[in-house]
């Protein structure tokens, strides 16, 4: 059974104190990934889509990358606003992003709590 | 990206009665999806709505429990359905992206509580 798995449950952070978010996924071959961001009480904020292994995406704070059986999510130097839930998720089908059809339903994982203080 | 709205944004229902979810679109999109997300936990897709057929449900979800119309290209709606305490969480509408992209976006969610 296709699974996607996030570690750890909580990250509490000091502000300034960069780290790694994990999320492990056990599918027949190599998966497109997305990570979302979501803040208490709103929906899921779509942060980024990766496809191939090596690949890396950033975005403010934030790096993601993937290798054939997981994904990171680098925060570099957080920030108090960096506080919220982050959510990696894998469509069961996918197709390379050259093609015109693509994939179906997301599996999430359980998500990362992260907390920064100041 | 496409702008999703949700009605109502919260709700307090009694045990036994219905209450129906609103998804509005700002733009035409094929596929939407609905998703339940219990007190604590992540997001567990209930099904898929495409316009102009009957909605796909997953393993657990049934339609006499959850209906789903699709009525347009923008517009759909999930119906919760003789309720119980069990079913209070957050729904949430998604659509995937025109193009060759997965992507999916969310809706602000609906927060449910059944007394």
């Known amino acids: 059974e296709d699974q996607v798995t996030q570690s750890p449950e909580a990250l509490r952070l000091q502000e300034g104190e960069s780290s790694s978010l994990n999320c492990s996924y056990t599918?027949?071959?190599?998966?497109?990934l997305f990570w979302y961001r979501q803040d208490p009480g709103k929906g899921p904020e779509f942060l980024f889509t990766?496809?191939?292994a090596g690949e890396e995406k950033e975005k403010e704070r934030l790096k993601a990358t993937l290798t054939k059986k997981e994904s990171f999510l680098h925060i570099t130097a957080p920030k108090p606003e960096d506080s919220a839930t982050y959510l990696c998720?894998?469509?069961?089908?996918?197709?390379?992003?050259?093609?015109?059809?693509?994939?179906?339903?997301?599996?999430f994982g359980g998500g990362t709590r992260v907390l920064v203080k100041p | 990206s496409a702008v999703i709205s949700q009605k109502p944004s919260r709700d307090i229902c009694q045990r036994g009665t219905s209450l129906t979810i609103q998804c509005q679109v700002d733009s035409q999109v094929t596929m939407m999806f609905w998703y339940r997300q219990q007190p604590g936990q992540s997001l567990t897709l209930i099904a898929t709505a495409n316009q102009g057929s009957e909605a796909t449900y997953e393993s657990g979800f049934v339609i006499d429990k959850f209906p789903i119309s699709r009525p347009n290209l923008t517009f759909s709606t999930l119906t919760v359905s003789n309720m119980s305490p069990e079913d209070s969480s957050i729904y949430l509408c998604?659509?995937?992206?025109?193009?060759?992209?997965?992507?999916?976006?969310f809706g602000p969610g609906t927060r449910l509580t059944v007394l």
């Open positions: 998604s659509l995937r992206a025109s193009g060759s992209t997965d992507t999916q976006y």
């Open positions: 599918v027949s071959g190599l998966r497109g």
């Open positions: 990766l496809y191939s």
């Open positions: 998720a894998s469509p069961l089908e996918v197709l390379p992003p050259s093609a015109k059809a693509a994939g179906n339903k997301l599996t």
